[in-house]
C-alpha cells in the first residue's frame, strides 16, 4: 500500500510539472499537406507597437519550442521588428506526424508559413538544431533572408563520421522511456551554473509527456534525431552569402548523441571555441561574438549581452 502511494504521487508531481507554459503570444496554425497528410504547423506571429518594416524568423532547437524565445520576441518588438516564431512540425504545438523529416521539409513548410502571411523578407536567428535549419532556408531561400544569426549551432561537425549509428527503434526505445527528470538532466548540461529561472524550460519540453499518444510524440522525436545525425550541413557553411553573426558561448560542449561516446572520445568533440572560429572562417565576411562562462543558449543565460549584440548587428 505504501508502495502504491509513493508511485501515485511520483506520478502526480510529474504531471504537475509537465503541465502546459503559457505562450507570450496568440498561437496559430497553417495547415500544410506533407506526404499525403493534412499537418497543422503552430506559429506565432508577434507583432510591434511600431513597425519598422522589418521582420525577423526564429528557429528553435531540437529539446525546445516557440516558449523559449519568449524574451528574445520582446526586445524584438520594442525595437520595431516583427516577430514570427513556428513551432516547426514534430516539436511544440503543431502536429507530430510519421513522415520523414528533413531540413529541406522544414524549410519548406516555414517559407509556406511566410507566403501565407505576404512576408518575402526576414532576417533568420537559429539556435542549436535551429542553426542548421537556418543554413538550409538561407541556402534554399536566399533571396527571402537578408541577415543571418547563429547561435551556439549544432551541426558543426559531421556526427555521422564518429557518432556509432542507432537504428531509428533504438532511439525511439530511448525517447518512449524519457520523463521530466531526464529531460532536466540533460537541459542541466547547457548551463554552466543551473537556476531555478530555467525550469521552465523543462517545463515546456515536458509538455510532450502529456500528449495522448505519447508514443508517436517518441516516435517523432527519434526520426529528428535521424535527421540531424544524417543531413549534415557543414559542408555547406562556404556557401553562405548572407552577412551573418556568430554568438557563441564558450562552455557549450553540446554533441548530439554524445552519451554513445567514451569519456575521452567525447572531450574531443563540441569544443565549441574552436568550433565557432572555424564556423567564422568558413562563412566569408562573417563576424564572430564568443561570450566567456556562457554556455549552449546565450539568450537565456546572457539576455542583456546577447540583446545588445543582436540588435547592434541587425541594425548596421
Known amino acids: 500500500?505504501?508502495?502504491?502511494?509513493?508511485?501515485?504521487?511520483?506520478?502526480?508531481?510529474?504531471?504537475?510539472?509537465?503541465q502546459e507554459v503559457m505562450y507570450p503570444h496568440p498561437i496559430n496554425y497553417i495547415k500544410l499537406t506533407i506526404e499525403g497528410q493534412v499537418v497543422k504547423m503552430a506559429y506565432m506571429d508577434a507583432k510591434p507597437a511600431k513597425f519598422n518594416g522589418k521582420t525577423v524568423l526564429l528557429f528553435h532547437g531540437k529539446n525546445f519550442n516557440g516558449y523559449?524565445?519568449?524574451?528574445?520576441?520582446?526586445?524584438?518588438?520594442n525595437s520595431g521588428y516583427r516577430v514570427i516564431v513556428p513551432d516547426q512540425v514534430g516539436w511544440g504545438r503543431s502536429e507530430k506526424p510519421n513522415i520523414h523529416y528533413g531540413f529541406h521539409l522544414l524549410a519548406a513548410n516555414t517559407m509556406q508559413l511566410l507566403d501565407s502571411l505576404a512576408?518575402?523578407?526576414v532576417h533568420v536567428i537559429g539556435h542549436s538544431m535551429g542553426g542548421m535549419l537556418a543554413t538550409r532556408f538561407a541556402l534554399m531561400f536566399p533571396d527571402v533572408v537578408n541577415k543571418l544569426i547563429y547561435e551556439n549551432p549544432i551541426g558543426l561537425e559531421d556526427y555521422k563520421t564518429f557518432i556509432p549509428y542507432?537504428?531509428?527503434?533504438?532511439?525511439?526505445?530511448?525517447?518512449?522511456?524519457?520523463?521530466?527528470?531526464?529531460?532536466?538532466?540533460?537541459?542541466?548540461?547547457y548551463y554552466p551554473v543551473w537556476k531555478p529561472e530555467y525550469e521552465q524550460y523543462i517545463k515546456a519540453q515536458a509538455e510532450s509527456l502529456n500528449d495522448s499518444d505519447f508514443a508517436k510524440t517518441a516516435w517523432a522525436n527519434a526520426l529528428t534525431y535521424q535527421m540531424i545525425y544524417e543531413q549534415p550541413v557543414v559542408y555547406e557553411f562556404?556557401?553562405?552569402?548572407?552577412?551573418?553573426?556568430?554568438?557563441?558561448?564558450?562552455?557549450?560542449?553540446?554533441?548530439?548523441?554524445?552519451?554513445?561516446?567514451?569519456?575521452?572520445?567525447?572531450?574531443?568533440?563540441?569544443?565549441?571555441?574552436?568550433?565557432?572560429k572555424k564556423l567564422k572562417a568558413e562563412i566569408k565576411g562573417s563576424t564572430l561574438v564568443e561570450?566567456?562562462?556562457?554556455?549552449?543558449?546565450?539568450?537565456?543565460?546572457?539576455?542583456?549581452?546577447?540583446?545588445?549584440?543582436?540588435?547592434?548587428?541587425?541594425?548596421?
Not at 1 to 18: D, E, G, N, V, Y
Not at 68 to 77: G, Q
Not at 252 to 274: M, W
Open 291 to 316: 561570450l566567456k562562462g556562457v554556455g549552449h543558449i546565450p539568450h537565456i543565460q546572457v539576455p542583456q549581452v546577447y540583446r545588445q549584440h543582436v540588435l547592434r548587428f541587425l541594425k548596421d
Open 119 to 121: 512576408i518575402n523578407k
Open 68 to 77: 523559449y524565445w519568449k524574451d528574445v520576441i520582446s526586445f524584438l518588438n
Open 1 to 18: 500500500m505504501k508502495c502504491i502511494l509513493i508511485l501515485l504521487l511520483f506520478l502526480f508531481s510529474t504531471q504537475l510539472r509537465a
Open 238 to 276: 562556404k556557401n553562405i552569402k548572407q552577412s551573418t553573426l556568430i554568438i557563441i558561448g564558450l562552455e557549450d560542449r553540446t554533441v548530439v548523441g554524445k552519451n554513445l561516446l567514451s569519456k575521452e572520445e567525447s572531450a574531443k568533440y563540441g569544443q565549441y571555441p574552436l568550433l565557432g
Open 166 to 189: 542507432q537504428k531509428v527503434e533504438e532511439q525511439y526505445e530511448k525517447e518512449v522511456k524519457a520523463n521530466y527528470d531526464d529531460y532536466k538532466k540533460y537541459q542541466q548540461t
